[in-house]
């Protein structure tokens, strides 16, 4: 069984950072990519970044590159997301989703989720 599970969500001033984690669990190969995604009331699942296990090799969106910073610690099983110059529209629930394949970001190709964390950026 394939688990996820956040941490690291809160309440941060527009300009401030957070640091998101993801702690993984149950997978047993070694080839498998774990995405960060965020949603707001409303609208679709939105691919933030992603990240190659085994290799290391990372994608963002474009709204967030060279701002956001997705890594990994193999021996930990966690994964990071740190978020810098936070603003006001990165506010969402954000997820980690993981599965067997290379990094994408597109939601619908990940069968396992962790339970979201909420990121609040406001003054």
């Known amino acids: 069984q394939l688990q996820l599970a956040e941490s690291g969500g809160g309440l941060v001033q527009p300009g401030g950072s957070l640091r998101l984690s993801c702690a993984t669990s149950g997978f047993t190969s070694d080839f498998y990519a774990v995405a960060w995604f965020r949603q707001v009331p409303g609208k679709e699942r939105e691919g933030v970044s992603c990240i190659s296990i085994s290799e290391g090799l990372t994608e963002y969106a474009d709204g967030v590159k060279g701002r956001f910073t997705t890594s990994r610690d193999n021996g930990k099983n966690k994964v990071y997301l740190q978020m810098n110059s936070l603003e006001p529209e990165d506010t969402a629930v954000y997820y980690c989703?993981?599965?067997?394949?290379?990094?994408?970001?597109?939601?619908?190709?990940?069968?396992?989720w962790g339970q979201g964390t909420q990121v609040t950026v406001s003054s």
């Open positions: 989703g993981g599965d067997e394949g290379g990094c994408r970001l597109w939601h619908r190709t990940y069968q396992y």
